[in-house]
């Protein structure tokens, strides 16, 4: 088939500023909160989204938005557009699983570029797994579709996806993957599951990756012993990738990822299963890593954002997270690599937060995890 080729500028900062503005001026539904350092607005700014999992601002205006039954619908001129995108693959929607995270290619401006990553299927079962695209404004709708990942083994089940991404600085993709609900399998570097993958933006394995340059292993696997990270973000100062993952009871976690590592799930674990047995050897050993930072009990962690923007001056240096089981946003303070203070913000006031990103605006955007899911902005107080 013949690729569709089209011509494509970079749209200018200031354009991404107005258009985001103009949203912000149209806003209405607001809801004032304090909190210990910003009084802010809760704008409501579109419901009617079904699970809704994870966002993109593309940079004409606009955000894209997954919903976990495998759609992605458009929030654009402050509606949702009805009309889902054309061309998004087939989904495993049942458990945790279905369309998972959406990032943009770097180079977006000019490539058009954007990942998915969702569940698929085999005959053996199903795992995560992340497609290219290329996407068309005009028609709104996802072209070209180029496999990029596809996690084994497939087996069959519902839990423990995944299914975050970003990209680092150099340009590699990372991409978390669960245990899916096996938890030795975190351990077997055989196999993706419970893993930080690192590709090349084409899928490519770079030659650098870690210590997976021997016979029997999966050589797209970057570190290891994870249970299932549902949030990634790259530190603004240094570039290493953050994550944080679910525990079992108690013991969700916040790691920074380093190349090669194990971060000991089920070996070493902070909690216990919920039946209230132990789960490994305890909480260290040696050769495995600790954590940076982790819940006791768990608050079941899902999306994670840096605030570098200028609209809540005192929220600088600060690390958000969504929590779908306290119903909560999580404000943890930052110094370089570690965590000085937790404030908890939100919570049960909008729901279960599944994302949370900081805008091309500076504002704070969540969306929850509902059958009638909500696009929600944070805004300070003037």
């Known amino acids: ?24 001026m149209m806003a209405t539904n607001a809801k004032s909160i304090k909190s210990q350092l910003h009084d802010y ?20 205006g606009g955000i894209l938005i997954t919903e976990r039954v495998g759609r992605v619908r458009l929030f654009k001129n402050n509606k949702l557009d009805p009309k889902a995108l054309g061309g998004v693959p087939e989904v495993i929607d049942g458990g945790q699983g ?20 969702y569940v698929s299927g085999g005959d053996t079962g199903a795992n995560t797994k992340v497609s290219r695209f290329d996407f068309d404004q ?15 083994p497939k087996v069959f ?14 340009g590699y993709l990372f991409i978390s993957t669960g245990d899916r609900g096996e938890m030795h399998r975190a351990q077997d570097v055989n196999d993706h599951s419970g893993s930080i993958i690192r590709v090349h933006d084409d899928g490519r394995t770079p030659h650098e990756n870690p210590i997976f340059q021997t016979l029997g292993t999966r050589t ?15 530190h603004p100062k240094t570039g290493v990738v953050w994550t944080h993952e679910h525990g079992a009871r108690g013991g969700d976690e916040i790691n920074i990822i380093r190349m090669g590592r194990n971060y000991g799930w089920p070996v070493i674990t902070h909690g216990i299963n919920y039946d209230g047995s ?7 050993k040696p050769g495995m890593e600790q954590p940076l930072y982790f819940w006791v009990p768990s ?4 999306g994670m954002t840096f605030y570098i923007g200028d609209k809540f001056s005192k929220w600088q240096n600060s690390l958000f997270i969504g929590s779908l089981k306290n119903e909560m946003l999580v404000r943890l303070e930052i110094k370089e690599e570690s965590i000085l203070k937790e404030e908890r913000l939100l919570q049960n006031e909008v729901g279960r937060i599944r994302d949370v990103r900081e805008g091309p605006d500076g504002f704070i955007y969540i969306i929850t995890d509902e059958p009638d899911g909500r696009l929600i902005r944070l805004e300070p107080e003037t």
């Not at 132990?278 to 260290?284: H, Y």
């Open 1 to 24: 088939m013949q690729r569709e080729f089209h011509t494509l500028k970079t749209v200018p900062p200031c354009i991404v500023f107005i258009a985001f503005s103009t949203l912000f």
């Open 41 to 60: 607005r809760v704008v409501e700014l579109a419901t009617g989204l079904e699970h809704p999992w994870s966002f993109a601002f593309l940079p004409e």
């Open 98 to 117: 279905g369309l998972l995270d959406i990032v943009l290619h770097p180079q977006f401006n000019n490539n058009r570029q954007l990942y998915l990553s």
């Open 138 to 152: 005009r028609t709104n709708s996802l072209k070209n579709r180029y496999k990029i990942f596809d996690a084994v």
């Open 157 to 170: 089940g519902g839990r423990h996806f995944g299914g975050r991404m970003t990209f680092d600085r150099l």
């Open 220 to 234: 797209a696997i970057f570190s290891f012993g994870h249970r299932n990270p549902q949030g990634m973000a790259l």
């Open 278 to 284: 132990p789960i490994g050897v305890g909480k260290a």
């Open 299 to 302: 608050i079941a962690p899902s």
